[in-house]
């Protein structure tokens, strides 16, 4: 069990409350979902990345220093690349800073801040289970927009719900708001002749 705790950055092993909150966080992770992001990476990346051990830590080991996570966003856009520099790296700091480049890419692409994991979730094997929701996201956003550039099976990943944009004329918009109108009635010539409230005060 100490090596465990070797391979994940020289971390103590997690008692008492963090360990139970640590389980928590395992038990999410998708071994099945790990298997279609590992196929769909190899695929997307093509033959110049190799295939992690399976399991839980030969999936963080694989992206933990970034560069296999670079080369993906890369392959999903068709001009400029986002990220500049790949280069692999046994400093902790380099291969932060690789998982960074990876995190503000896939935002730039479209993944919101919600389905993104924090450099630690990853490095430090925190919450992996928050990595794979983050390349999910990725891999429904790369169906979704359908640019070509998606490469594995369609359905291994849901497509998103695109915002259907309207344009409206100014005529249309008028038009839009006299329905509106019409429909809560109008007061046009309306007046209080002939209404009468309670009883006239007596004058003596």
């Known amino acids: 069990m100490a ?3 070797v391979g994940m950055a020289n971390k103590g092993q997690a008692f008492g409350m963090s360990r139970q909150v640590q389980d928590k966080i395992d038990s999410k992770y998708d071994t099945e979902l790990e ?9 997307q990346c093509g033959s110049g ?7 839980k830590m030969g999936f963080q080991a694989w992206l933990k220093d970034g560069c296999v996570l670079s080369e993906l966003i890369n392959s999903l856009f068709t001009g400029d690349k986002p990220v500049k520099k790949i280069q692999g790296s046994s400093m902790a700091f380099k291969q932060m800073e690789q998982i960074s480049q990876f995190l503000n890419a896939a935002e730039k692409y479209g993944v919101t801040k919600t389905d993104m994991f924090q450099t630690v979730d990853l490095w430090e094997a925190k919450d992996l289970a928050a990595v794979q929701r983050t390349l999910s996201a990725l891999g429904s956003l790369a169906i979704t927009k359908d640019e070509g550039t998606y490469n594995g099976d369609p359905n291994w990943f849901f497509k998103k719900a695109q915002e259907n944009k309207r344009d409206f004329s100014d005529e249309q918009i008028k038009a839009g708001k006299n329905v509106i109108g019409l429909q809560m009635g109008s007061n046009k010539g309306a007046s209080q002749e002939g209404m009468s409230y309670g009883r006239p005060r007596q004058i003596m």
């Open 3 to 5: 090596a465990k705790g």
């Open 49 to 55: 990345v190799a295939r992690p051990e399976a399991g």
């Open 35 to 43: 298997q279609i992001l590992v196929e769909w990476i190899s695929r």
